[in-house]
């Protein structure tokens, strides 16, 4: 055959297939999820997310070690407290669990970078991201108390807060926030685009933060909207963002793109709990190849133009990155 152009040439062997691979994942790249409750010497499995663990404030330690040993150098925290109220109090306490937390992975590891997810619906008796008013999530209001549990975080000495309700105006409240209290140099990875996806189902049995009436649908976005995602995008950056986020990451890999094409920003996508157990799900049945899967999958992400990827299989990629 007559045949100038033959992609195969680039693909003969494993040393030229390296030496002309466009996207390669790295370590540093990634950020492990940690969720911490209250109580001693629990570290117990997640029925919902298998393989995930909830850890007391004292069993931690162990966790930062190994992380550290992996090379992961990102966690984002969540917290389970054991009071909930209408105002989701618990949130921006100065005792609370997250807040706690923070200090002590700041003891155990002070270089780790500790990004918080800053948000109410773990901490409302009703189980919405913000706080009511007749039945509707009043916006204003809930940025206020979004802003008040970032500047907890920081106080606490978290180096990111990760604001996840979607309020409008919530950057802006924080970011003035912060520099009224002199963290102007706390940055903010906000979950800009994020959808109100199905995906997070098993993330909310875990976190024990369903609605109790209602969906999240007048705050999070419609998943069949892309445009809409370069205007939150743009509104957060004006209002101080310094990260930018898609999540879920799998069926929003356009967005992603578009996002990545638009605004030069660091961009993280978060790899959510439904993306997990699908994967595991299968695994277990031994329809996929769960270490070729997972690899495929983030590196797909990087592609499409993630910076930043925030995943359950974090050390899992970790321990295959080093050819374990
Ligand atoms: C809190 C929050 C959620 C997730 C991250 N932060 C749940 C939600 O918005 O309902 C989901 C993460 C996941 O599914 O892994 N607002």
Do not use: W
């Not at 979607?166 to 002199?182: N, P, Q, S, V």
């Not at 070729?292 to 999958?297: P, R, S, T």
């Not at 995943?311 to 899992?316: E, G, L, S, V």
């Amino acid at each position: 055959m007559d045949l100038v152009k033959r992609g195969r040439r680039l693909r003969r062997s494993p040393g030229i297939r390296k030496l002309v691979r466009e996207t390669v994942l790295n370590v540093e790249d990634l950020i492990y999820p940690i969720f911490v409750m209250e109580g001693t010497g629990v570290k117990k499995e997640m029925t919902s997310l298998q393989g995930q663990y909830y850890y007391s404030l004292d069993t931690l330690e162990e966790e930062i070690r190994e992380l550290e040993s992996l090379g992961i150098n990102s966690i984002i925290l969540f917290g389970l407290p054991d009071e909930k109220d209408e105002a989701g109090s618990e949130a921006y306490s100065e005792n609370g669990i997250v807040q706690r937390a923070i200090r002590k992975i700041k003891e155990i590891s002070p270089e780790l970078v500790v990004i918080t997810d800053v948000c109410l619906c773990q901490y409302t008796s009703h189980g919405h991201c913000g706080v009511l008013h007749n039945h509707y999530i009043d916006n204003d209001k809930s940025a206020e108390l979004i802003a008040k549990t970032a500047l907890s975080h920081a106080k606490a000495g978290a180096d990111i807060v990760a604001p996840s309700d979607m309020m409008d105006g919530r950057i802006k409240a924080i970011r003035t926030l912060l520099d009224k209290e002199g963290y102007e140099d706390i940055a903010i990875m906000s979950y800009s685009v994020k959808y109100a996806s199905a995906f997070y189902g098993p993330f909310r049995d875990v976190a024990h933060s369903a609605p109790s009436f209602g969906d999240r649908k007048t705050y999070q976005m419609d998943s069949g909207n892309a445009l809409e995602a370069l205007r939150e995008a743009e509104q957060d950056i004006e209002e101080g963002a310094d990260f930018l986020m898609v999540k879920p990451a799998m069926a929003y890999q356009d967005v992603i793109y578009r996002l990545k094409e638009n605004f030069p920003y660091p961009l993280a996508a978060y790899n959510v709990s439904g993306e997990y157990c699908m994967i595991k799900a299968a695994a277990s049945q031994n329809l996929i190849d769960e270490k070729a899967v997972v690899m495929e999958m983030l590196l797909g992400l990087k592609r499409s133009g993630a910076d930043i990827i925030i995943t359950y299989f974090a050390k899992d990629a970790a321990r295959y990155l080093r050819g374990e």
